[in-house]
Nanobody
Framework: VQLVESGGGLVQAGGSLRLSCEVS????????MGWYRQVLGNPREWVAE???????HYVDFVEGRFTISRDSAKNTFYLQMNSLKPEDTAAYYC??????????????WGLGTQVTVSS
């Protein structure tokens, strides 16, 4: 498994969670690191990304509440989620666009971590 997420769980509305995504050292020349989410029966939707230059981008409905960051020394990036709402309930997936061991550009996905926000 190239990406390993952690940090999901059950939280009350208004609470916070921090998701982590540990990236395998096999992946290099990373272009973007991102988070997506998916509610069962719906398409997976983009939430946030951080690009190799450090710029951060968010979907409008999480702007101001979620923060994406990275720790290069730990090969890990994060999604800090504050002021959570019941509609944020979903499986959250991390994704990385980078080069694999054969130097081919690839999009990697984690297995997902469930976030449940109770009202």
């Amino acid at each position: 498994v190239q990406l390993v997420e952690s940090g999901g769980g059950l939280v009350q509305a208004g609470g916070s969670l921090r998701l982590s995504c540990e990236v395998s050292e096999v992946i290099h020349s990373i272009r973007t690191m991102g988070w997506y989410r998916q509610v069962l029966g719906n398409p997976r939707e983009w939430v946030a990304e951080i690009r190799d230059g450090g710029s951060q981008h968010y979907v409008d409905f999480v702007e101001g509440r979620f923060t994406i960051s990275r720790d290069s020394a730990k090969n890990t990036f994060y999604l800090q989620m504050n002021s959570l709402k019941p509609e944020d309930t979903a499986a959250y997936y991390c994704s990385v666009e980078g080069r694999n061991r054969w130097n081919r550009l690839e999009v990697f996905w984690g297995l997902g971590t469930q976030v449940t926000v109770s009202s």
